[in-house]
Nanobody, 128 residues
Framework: EVQLVESGGGLVQAGNSLRLSCAATGFATNRYAIAWFRQAPGRDREGVSCMLTYGENTYYANSVRDRFAISYDNGQNTVYYQMNNLQHKDTAVYYC?????????????????????WGQGTKVTVSS
């Protein structure tokens, strides 16, 4: 059974940091695209960062570039999301998701498409 389990969310003050984790189990391959999405209250879900587990290229949305960093531990099959200098606008539920079929982080129309395995989400609240 494919499973993605996020952890690490919580309540922080603006300017502080959090690190999210997403443990991936049950996948037939460890070569895939893995991304972080977020959904703020009343807003659509947006993809904010993506990487290939077998490559070095990463993608960041403008809203998080230079503050957030995605990384992957191949031995643990876990993706991490280091979020620094958090702002109130970063308040959202954060989801990790995996694309195994034709993995890519190339956005189409500004969106990551085709991700078909999702975690349950972890809530991040940033107080201003």
């Amino acid at each position: 059974e494919v499973q993605l389990v996020e952890s690490g969310g919580g309540l922080v003050q603006a300017g502080n940091s959090l690190r999210l984790s997403c443990a991936a189990t049950g996948f037939a391959t460890n070569r895939y695209a893995i991304a972080w999405f977020r959904q703020a209250p009343g807003r659509d879900r947006e993809g904010v960062s993506c990487m290939l587990t077998y490559g070095e290229n990463t993608y960041y949305a403008n809203s998080v570039r230079d503050r957030f960093a995605i990384s992957y531990d191949n031995g643990q099959n876990t993706v991490y999301y280091q979020m620094n200098n958090l702002q109130h606008k970063d308040t959202a539920v954060y989801y990790c998701a995996v694309l195994t079929r034709y993995p890519t982080c190339k956005p189409i129309g500004g969106r990551f498409l085709g991700f078909d395995s999702w975690g349950q989400g972890t809530k991040v609240t940033v107080s201003s």
